[in-house]
């Protein structure tokens, strides 16, 4: 009886260390996305398991779309404890435009885009008001509303 408690005791801190091992291991991966901050992202960041990974569970079958307006582009920055990343389509950059925040500590991001120039797409898992948004991508949304003259006109769109 003592014995079987015992091994039940040690499987259970063996569990218990292997998920806190895992936990650290992924707050790390979202750490090291720190060091990108001033870089530009390119195909080699977005394809970091952090990145990628985050962006595909939040975009699904939409990821490659996303990902396409990354032709032109500009250095990641960061806002808060947010990494954000942003890009265009190369001859459309004023109607095509995406951006990305995740968030350091959880690993958790939002996106959004500005499609044809009038719709704002917003993808969060975790909201649909824009007050509750990172503030990396919330900055990004208010960036291109005030360069437009037209931004009542834009039409958000929350996915989640």
Not at 16 to 38: F, H, I, M, R, T
Not at 47 to 55: I, S
Not at 118 to 146: A, E, F, N, Q, V
């Amino acid at each position: 009886m003592k014995r079987q408690r015992l091994w039940t005791q040690t499987a259970h801190l063996l569990l218990l260390l292997c998920l806190l091992a895992g936990a650290a291991a992924a707050q790390e991966n979202y750490l090291s996305l720190d060091k990108w901050v001033g870089k530009m992202p390119d195909r080699q960041f977005l394809a970091l398991p952090a990145v990628h990974g985050a962006l595909s569970s939040l975009l699904g079958d939409g990821l490659e779309r996303f990902l396409g307006r990354f032709q032109q582009v500009t250095p990641i920055d960061r806002v808060s404890r947010d990494i954000v990343a942003q890009g265009c389509a190369r001859n459309n950059c004023k109607a095509e435009q995406a951006a990305f925040a995740i968030d350091l500590d959880t690993g958790e991001a939002s996106a959004a885009t500005l499609t044809r120039g009038r719709y704002l797409d917003i993808y969060s898992k975790s909201t649909t008001s824009y007050d509750d948004l990172p503030p990396g991508l919330r900055r990004w949304i208010s960036s291109r509303t005030s360069q437009d003259p037209h931004f009542k006109r834009l039409k958000f769109r929350f996915h989640t």
